[in-house]
């Protein structure tokens, strides 16, 4: 009986040691790969403007985004009247829509996706290239592009009205 104790006390210390072992391995091997992100997919950009009045606003009127990758500028433009703000988006539709929401004193950009993305049938299309990478030491992000810019034009005098975020 005591000879069992020992033998599974042993087997004990042993399975936590290669336990250990295989975690420093895995840790070492994870800490070793690099960060690669692609863009892939088929893209269709369309462009979609929102034009708002900056007549109720009271002191200034923010245009928010929520898009921080993206190129955003704001811009002055003799044509555009005066009290108004006129918001171009160029996003892809294959994979996301925006959407306008106005009061007083802001306007909100927002983004969503049009739920024609399907992470498995990526993972499928595009596995031998996610293996190739971690063959290669990296860890490779395919994301497909949904926004290339938001701009926002403005009258020259209503340029210090507006501030886009």
Request: proline share 2%.
């Given at each position: 009986?005591k000879?069992l104790?020992?033998l599974?006390?042993?087997m004990?210390?042993?399975?936590?040691?290669?336990?250990?072992?295989?975690t420093?391995?895995?840790?070492?091997?994870?800490?070793?790969?690099?960060?690669?992100?692609?863009?892939?997919?088929?893209a269709?950009?369309?462009?979609?403007?929102?034009?708002?009045?900056?007549?109720?606003?009271?002191?200034?009127?923010?245009?928010?985004?929520?898009?921080?990758?993206v190129?955003?500028?704001?811009?002055?433009?003799?044509?555009?009247?005066?009290?108004?703000?006129?918001?171009?988006?160029?996003?892809?539709s294959q994979?996301?829509?925006?959407g306008?929401?106005?009061?007083?004193n802001?306007?909100?950009?927002?983004?969503y996706?049009?739920?024609?993305?399907?992470?498995?049938?990526?993972?499928?299309?595009?596995?031998?290239?996610?293996l190739e990478?971690?063959?290669?030491?990296?860890?490779?992000?395919?994301?497909a592009?949904?926004?290339?810019?938001?701009?926002?034009?403005?009258?020259p005098?209503?340029?210090?009205?507006v501030?886009?975020?």
């Amino acid at each position: 009986m005591k000879q069992l104790r020992i033998l599974a006390g042993a087997m004990l210390c042993l399975g936590v040691l290669l336990g250990g072992v295989g975690t420093g391995i895995a840790f070492g091997e994870f800490s070793g790969l690099t960060y690669k992100r692609i863009t892939v997919g088929e893209a269709s950009f369309e462009t979609e403007n929102y034009t708002c009045s900056l007549e109720e606003a009271e002191d200034t009127f923010q245009v928010l985004t929520y898009a921080n990758e993206v190129r955003k500028r704001l811009e002055t433009d003799e044509d555009i009247p005066a009290d108004t703000v006129e918001v171009s988006v160029v996003y892809n539709s294959q994979v996301c829509q925006p959407g306008f929401w106005s009061d007083a004193n802001r306007l909100v950009v927002d983004v969503y996706g049009t739920g024609n993305s399907h992470q498995v049938e990526y993972l499928m299309k595009w596995k031998d290239q996610v293996l190739e990478g971690l063959r290669e030491g990296e860890l490779r992000d395919y994301q497909a592009e949904w926004l290339q810019s938001i701009t926002c034009r403005v009258n020259p005098a209503d340029v210090e009205k507006v501030i886009l975020r």
